[in-house]
């Protein structure tokens, strides 16, 4: 991008009404374009991989892959592309998670209209853009670790297994995940096995429940 080009922008929400009136609010400005759109977390690394945009715009909530796995993904393979989460959570748990995949920013869907290109604005100068709540639980944690001496907890379950996790609450089967994520249903099953284990639950039922109550798919 140079400084007189418009900030190329990637959205991806599994909602076509929300991906609309965000990108009415975004191409309205001179300095930014919409140049790809996506519906799931899979799409938006394959349009980003394509388009190389930018910035990508991802929500938390989608199909196939969540906001924050593709984040991940794509601070892996697409180091050049920026990103910034724009959400309905209003969650400390997600928002720390997305500053540790590689997001320069958390918005709100609630305040879009208010802040969202100056988030965006914000991101492309190479600032992090944070909502006031989120400010406020950085303190909080920064204190914390520090009366405690100690780093927050690490995650439970690896990437890989997260990924299994979401697709078999989603109801793929074993094959058509191994399809997905180009590994062998044999790899998929011994995932779900280690997911089963570690997470101290019994089935798919126990599995999905869990995976609502962490956020990786919408009840």
Do not use: W
Not at 125 to 134: K, M, S
Not at 148 to 176: M, N, Y
Request: a negative charge; aromatic letters at 4%; hydrophobic letters at 40%.
């Amino acid at each position: 991008m140079t400084d007189s080009s418009p900030a190329r922008i990637l959205l991806a929400d599994d909602h076509a009404l929300v991906r609309r009136g965000v990108r009415l609010i975004l191409d309205a400005e001179p300095d930014l374009t919409v140049v790809a759109e996506a519906d799931d977390g899979a799409e938006a690394i394959a349009r980003a991989r394509e388009h190389r945009p930018d910035l990508a715009v991802l929500d938390i909530a989608m199909p196939r892959l969540t906001g924050l796995q593709a984040a991940r993904e794509l601070s892996r393979t697409c180091p050049g592309t920026r990103i910034l989460i724009l959400t309905m959570y209003d969650n400390e748990r997600f928002f720390f998670e997305a500053l540790g995949a590689g997001a320069s920013g958390y918005v709100l869907k609630s305040v879009a209209d208010r802040d969202l290109v100056e988030a965006c604005r914000a991101t492309m100068r190479g600032e992090p853009f944070l909502y006031p709540g989120a400010v406020d639980a950085l303190i909080r944690d920064y204190l914390d670790r520090a009366r405690d001496g100690g780093a927050p907890p690490s995650r439970a379950i690896t990437d890989r297994e997260e990924e299994i996790l979401k697709l078999v609450a989603e109801g793929h089967t074993s094959q058509q995940i191994a399809e997905l994520l180009v590994i062998s249903p044999k790899t998929v099953e011994r995932h779900r096995a280690n997911l089963l284990q570690k997470l101290g639950l019994k089935d798919r039922l126990e599995l999905t429940r869990y995976a609502i109550r962490v956020g990786l798919i919408e009840p």
